[in-house]
């Protein structure tokens, strides 16, 4: 039932005029797309149910585990204010997951909403944050030769758009210039309009969309988060690796550092690219050994897998945020005390705290994409668990 939604339900939701075929035709079955933007606006129960199932709604790629599996072994469990506390800010939440490593142990593992550890659960813009380890990746292997090529190197498509001098750096931390909305609850945002539009040339939709946005700042001046950028970052990484995301995060990270199940990336309905910047759903163990991995340094069986110039500006401020504490670096979120996460809209995230060795993996549902109040209550759980393990450490000194 929710694979195939009312043209006329769409319209009204995404506040669209357009020509609908008469009920003599049949009904029309909307775009890809389509489907895609009305994810935002969908309500609460369907969110619950349709986040863990994203790859049999959408085309997808499959990202396939290897033969051996990164163990999790059970830690002390971590105590949080008794269990009805965290209870309570899972249910409060609608969250699905949350898992909670120190050292590499599972201290703390939680699930709901009938979500279980074989699951999958859709990642939204922690998508990001992986697509650009990927590049990391890429750059480290030679596939990409440096941070500050122009865009128009790799996707040809940009060079008579304002994308054209924009360099990858810039594109990673958010610092095109370029005019972009991103009001997840506005329909006619960019971010909600950006996979609306007819396929043109066989281009995915970011590519036709970004062309034709105009330059707002002067590039490398001024933050403005863009979820289409990130879209096009998965792009040029598939251009220049020649796979696409879920094959390339399959054979780099996925397979040798030992994940435990499979993945899946929704792909762009134009082109068949993995778009980089939402659509990776994996399991919430999984989501963890991708936290771990980023505290270990990147690196698999001890070698380095990512390039070292990656890593030293992805996880420092790279530009200022609308808060003094968080800054961002390349498509990861900082933290003034070293710490740093990958974060998606309705809950998801990736913490990694290597002060105390700390990966928190959370999944769920919000009843909205964001709000301030949303981000505070996610922001004092973390806080939670850091004085949780603060706490347990001066009992130990003593």
């Avoid at 933007?37 to 969110?47: N, Y």
């Avoid at 990673?172 to 609306?196: F, H």
């Avoid at 970052?233 to 199940?261: D, E, F, N």
Wanted: charged share 20%; glycine share 10%; hydrophobic share 40%.
């Amino acid at each position: 039932m929710y694979r195939v939604i009312s043209v006329r339900l769409l319209v009204a939701a995404l506040g669209l005029t357009v020509s609908l075929p008469s009920a003599a035709a049949g009904p029309a079955t909307p775009t890809i797309g389509q489907q895609r933007e009305q994810v935002l606006f969908w309500p609460q129960a369907q969110r619950e149910a349709q986040f863990r199932q994203m790859a049999t709604l959408f085309p997808s790629d499959l990202a396939p585990r290897g033969t051996h599996v990164h163990e999790l072994p059970s830690g002390k469990p971590l105590p949080l204010g008794g269990s009805t506390s965290l209870a309570s800010y899972m249910e409060q939440h609608h969250l699905a997951g949350v898992m909670v490593l120190q050292h590499g142990r599972v201290r703390l593992e939680r699930y709901a909403l009938g979500f279980g550890p074989q699951q999958r659960w859709e990642s939204f813009s922690v998508a990001k944050s992986v697509t650009s380890a990927l590049l990391g990746i890429a750059l480290q292997r030679g596939e990409i030769h440096s941070l500050h090529d122009t865009l128009g190197t790799y996707i040809p498509e940009l060079r008579d758009s304002a994308y054209a001098d924009v360099t990858v750096q810039q594109l990673l931390t958010m610092t095109s210039g370029v005019q972009w909305d991103e009001d997840y609850a506005d329909p006619k945002s960019d971010v909600a309009q950006m996979y609306l539009g007819a396929c043109v040339d066989g281009q995915a939709h970011v590519l036709s969309y970004l062309r034709k946005q105009p330059r707002q700042w002067p590039a490398g001046t001024h933050w403005n988060y863009n979820t289409a950028e990130t879209d096009l970052l998965g792009i040029l990484v598939q251009r220049a690796t020649h796979r696409s995301l879920a094959a390339y995060l399959s054979q780099t990270i996925w397979k040798p550092y030992g994940m435990a199940s499979d993945a899946t990336w929704i792909k762009d309905e134009c082109d068949g690219s993995d778009t980089g910047g939402s659509g990776l759903s994996a399991t919430l163990g999984d989501y963890a050994r991708l936290g771990q991995f980023m505290l270990d340094g990147g690196r698999v069986d001890g070698k380095p897998v990512v390039a070292l110039a990656w890593l030293k500006g992805a996880l420092q401020r790279q530009a200022s945020v609308d808060a003094p504490d968080r800054g961002y670096g390349y498509l990861w979120w900082t933290d003034t005390d070293g710490s740093y996460a990958a974060i998606g809209i309705f809950g998801q995230m990736i913490y990694v705290d290597p002060a105390r060795q700390l990966v928190i993996a959370q999944v769920g549902a919000w009843p909205h994409a964001t709000s301030d109040a949303l981000v505070a209550a996610r922001r004092a759980f973390v806080a939670a668990v850091k004085e949780s393990v603060d706490a347990e450490g001066k009992r130990v000194a003593h």
